[in-house]
Every structure is written in structure tokens, then in C-alpha cells.
């Protein structure tokens, strides 16, 4: 609910809440001046710069009607199909080949092979193509202060949009455009990604996410680097379970005993590995009945982006293909 809708009657406002007692402060959104003023102390940013921002945010009811929507928990069979298309798979050999020389410096620097930060941009925005319609100021303002289900999560990303100095954004606060959820850039970023992970690549003073391959493959690798990614580790691996394998209850996809275990539990990999390798187990309803793979760290890595087990499959099986496909590629010139 908008109380006041525009300054005059703010100020008015202002005046008449002051004389009846509190609250003395008129808000465009509610919550905003204690917002403001936290923000205000902790950068030093203008409190009246800030609150002419928040003004100038809508609420909008499509935001919480898209967050609001039950998530499709669809089984790996009908999910992977939407990730793994020939498009994806070909627009992303065709983008590897394209940036060659940029993705594997950048690869090198931070020891994560270089189709994995392909396969990152391929699937969060089809290699920068769907990048989000949304004003970020408006999806963060209206998570953070019109939606109670998520507000601490969403206003602690509202409150780092604005203490982010200008220079770590694509453009000024008010015209930046994202996911529904307050998501930037090629690789998605929230604010508080950008703040702990993103990187000035190409040294123009500059971090942006939006419009520099650098800044974009630099983030992406150095927010995998520094969620223990392995350089060369593996990933995940088909599993084969004998008739005796027992069920395994994951809780999630952090590696929790060594693969020798699991083998002694019944599931045998199809591929050389290391037995004291730490892994995990994944169990997945695929097209010809169940799936079982078993999980390293680095998948648990991917999951640090998006937490669902789901997810880092298609980002691996998307990573192959592209590599696959890209060295096929570069044979054949
Ligand atoms: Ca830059």
C-alpha cells in the first residue's frame, strides 16, 4: 500500500504525522526510512539521494505473483530437455569458439575450465540474450519490503543495491534491468554476489556484469573458485547399482564419504575414479527409469550458484557438450 504518492504531500505529511506523534517520517514504501538510514551510516551515502531512489521504485504485483508462483518441481527426464536443446548446446560451441582466447585466460587465472563459465551464462540467459526485464530496484523493493515470506533475505539484497558504490553496477541504481528477483547480468548476480564475488576484469575502474566479457567470465569463475572449486576435479559420475544397493538419504549435495564407501554400499562407477575421491549420491527419475550418479565437490560447487541438484546436472551435461563440441570444432579448422 502507497500512503503518500507524491513529495508535496510527503512533506505534508511529514508535518501532520509529526504533530499527532509518531511516526514522524512519511514513507513512500514501508520500512524505507529505517532502510535508508542504515544504508545512510554504514556507506555515508546521501539519506536524501537514497530516499528520491526509493521514491521512484514501484511495487509491483507481478513481482510477487511471479515469486508466488509454485515452482514446478519437475523430474530430471521433463527438466533437462529445456537445458540441453541443440540451440543451447550449439549457441554455446559456437560462443566458446567466439571468446577462445579470453575464456581460457580467464579459465587459468582462477583454475575453473572454461566451459563451465559458459555453461553458467548459457543457462542463466541463454549467453547473455535474456538478461530479465525487470527494473532491480523495483523487484528488490518489492521482495524486501512488500513480501514477508522472504523479506530478510530480499531486503538484505535491496540494502546492498544501494550501499554498492556506482562503479560496481552496469549503470546508475534506477535503470538497471534483471530477473523478477533482483537478478543482474549475464551470470544473474544478487547484490550480494556482486558485492563478495564480482571482478573488474578488463581494468576500466568498472565492474559490469551487463557489458563486459571480462567482468562477466571473471565473476562467474571467481565466485566458483571461491566456493572450492576444483581445478580438473570431476564433477559428477554415472553410478551402478547392484541388486543389494540400499537406498542413500542425502541431505544435500556436499561430498559426505569417500566413493569407496559408496561402492561398498552396492553402487560401482562406470569410469575410473580415485576410491578415496569424497562424493556424494545423486538419484534422478531419467527417461528410462532411475538415474544414480555420484557427486564430487565441484557439483556441490554448482550448487553454491543455484541450490538445486538439478541445476548443476544440466550445468555439467551443458559444460560437456560445449567442450566436446568445441574441440571438435577447432579440430576440424
Ligand atoms: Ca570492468
Given at each position: 500500500?502507497?500512503?503518500?504518492?507524491?513529495r508535496?504531500?510527503?512533506?505534508?505529511?511529514?508535518?501532520?504525522?509529526?504533530?499527532?506523534?509518531?511516526?514522524v517520517?512519511?514513507?513512500?514504501?514501508?520500512?524505507q526510512?529505517q532502510?535508508?538510514?542504515?544504508v545512510a551510516?554504514e556507506?555515508?551515502?546521501?539519506?536524501?539521494?537514497?530516499?528520491?531512489l526509493?521514491?521512484?521504485a514501484k511495487m509491483?504485483q507481478g513481482?510477487?505473483?511471479?515469486?508466488?508462483?509454485?515452482a514446478e518441481?519437475?523430474?530430471?527426464?521433463?527438466y533437462?530437455?529445456?537445458?540441453l536443446?541443440?540451440q543451447?548446446?550449439g549457441?554455446?560451441?559456437?560462443?566458446?569458439?567466439e571468446?577462445?582466447?579470453?575464456l581460457?585466460?580467464?579459465?587459468?587465472?582462477y583454475?575453473v575450465a572454461?566451459?563451465y563459465i559458459?555453461?553458467?551464462v548459457?543457462?542463466e540467459t541463454?549467453?547473455?540474450?535474456?538478461?530479465?526485464?525487470?527494473?532491480?530496484?523495483?523487484a528488490?523493493v518489492t521482495l524486501g519490503?512488500?513480501y514477508?515470506?522472504r523479506?530478510k533475505f530480499?531486503r538484505?539484497?535491496?540494502?546492498?543495491?544501494l550501499?554498492?558504490p556506482?562503479?560496481?553496477l552496469a549503470?546508475p541504481v534506477?535503470?538497471?534491468t534483471g530477473?523478477?528477483a533482483?537478478?543482474?547480468?549475464?551470470?544473474?548476480f544478487?547484490?550480494t554476489?556482486i558485492?563478495d564475488?564480482a571482478v573488474?576484469?578488463?581494468?576500466?575502474?568498472r565492474?559490469?556484469?551487463q557489458?563486459s566479457l571480462?567482468?562477466?567470465?571473471?565473476?562467474?569463475?571467481?565466485?566458483?573458485?571461491?566456493h572450492?572449486?576444483?581445478?580438473?576435479?570431476p564433477v559428477?559420475?554415472?553410478?551402478?547399482?547392484d541388486a543389494?544397493?540400499?537406498?542413500?538419504?542425502?541431505?544435500?549435495?556436499?561430498?559426505?564419504?569417500?566413493?569407496?564407501?559408496?561402492?561398498?554400499?552396492g553402487y560401482?562407477?562406470l569410469?575410473?575414479l580415485?576410491p578415496g575421491e569424497p562424493?556424494?549420491?545423486q538419484?534422478?527419475?531419467?527417461?528410462n527409469?532411475?538415474?544414480?550418479?555420484?557427486?564430487?565437490?565441484n557439483?556441490?560447487?554448482?550448487?553454491?550458484?543455484?541450490r538445486?541438484?538439478?541445476y548443476?546436472?544440466?550445468?555439467?551435461?551443458l559444460a560437456?557438450?560445449?567442450?566436446?563440441g568445441a574441440?571438435?570444432?577447432g579440430?576440424?579448422?
Amino acid at each position: 500500500m502507497r500512503l503518500i504518492h507524491s513529495r508535496p504531500f510527503r512533506l505534508l505529511a511529514v508535518l501532520c504525522l509529526g504533530v499527532l506523534g509518531s511516526p514522524v517520517f512519511a514513507e513512500t514504501h514501508p520500512g524505507q526510512e529505517q532502510l535508508v538510514r542504515e544504508v545512510a551510516k554504514e556507506t555515508g551515502k546521501n539519506p536524501q539521494a537514497l530516499n528520491a531512489l526509493l521514491d521512484g521504485a514501484k511495487m509491483q504485483q507481478g513481482i510477487l505473483d511471479a515469486i508466488s508462483r509454485p515452482a514446478e518441481a519437475k523430474p530430471w527426464k521433463d527438466y533437462r530437455p529445456i537445458f540441453l536443446t541443440s540451440q543451447r548446446i550449439g549457441d554455446g560451441i559456437a560462443f566458446y569458439r567466439e571468446h577462445r582466447a579470453l575464456l581460457e585466460q580467464i579459465g587459468k587465472q582462477y583454475g575453473v575450465a572454461p566451459q563451465y563459465i559458459v555453461a553458467i551464462v548459457g543457462v542463466e540467459t541463454s549467453y547473455g540474450r535474456n538478461t530479465g526485464k525487470y527494473k532491480v530496484l523495483d523487484a528488490l523493493v518489492t521482495l524486501g519490503l512488500y513480501y514477508p515470506p522472504r523479506a530478510k533475505f530480499f531486503r538484505e539484497q535491496l540494502k546492498e543495491l544501494l550501499s554498492l558504490p556506482d562503479n560496481h553496477l552496469a549503470g546508475p541504481v534506477g535503470t538497471l534491468t534483471g530477473s523478477y528477483a533482483g537478478a543482474q547480468g549475464w551470470g544473474q548476480f544478487m547484490p550480494t554476489s556482486i558485492r563478495d564475488f564480482a571482478v573488474d576484469a578488463d581494468h576500466d575502474g568498472r565492474i559490469d556484469l551487463q557489458n563486459s566479457l571480462p567482468d562477466i567470465f571473471a565473476s562467474v569463475a571467481n565466485y566458483f573458485a571461491k566456493h572450492g572449486w576444483v581445478d580438473g576435479g570431476p564433477v559428477a559420475s554415472r553410478a551402478q547399482p547392484d541388486a543389494a544397493a540400499q537406498p542413500i538419504a542425502v541431505k544435500d549435495a556436499a561430498p559426505q564419504w569417500p566413493l569407496e564407501q559408496l561402492e561398498a554400499w552396492g553402487y560401482a562407477p562406470l569410469q575410473r575414479l580415485s576410491p578415496g575421491e569424497p562424493a556424494s549420491l545423486q538419484t534422478l527419475e531419467g527417461p528410462n527409469g532411475p538415474e544414480y550418479w555420484f557427486t564430487f565437490r565441484n557439483f556441490y560447487v554448482i550448487t553454491r550458484y543455484n541450490r538445486s541438484p538439478l541445476y548443476a546436472m544440466a550445468v555439467d551435461q551443458l559444460a560437456q557438450a560445449i567442450a566436446a563440441g568445441a574441440d571438435r570444432a577447432g579440430a576440424a579448422r
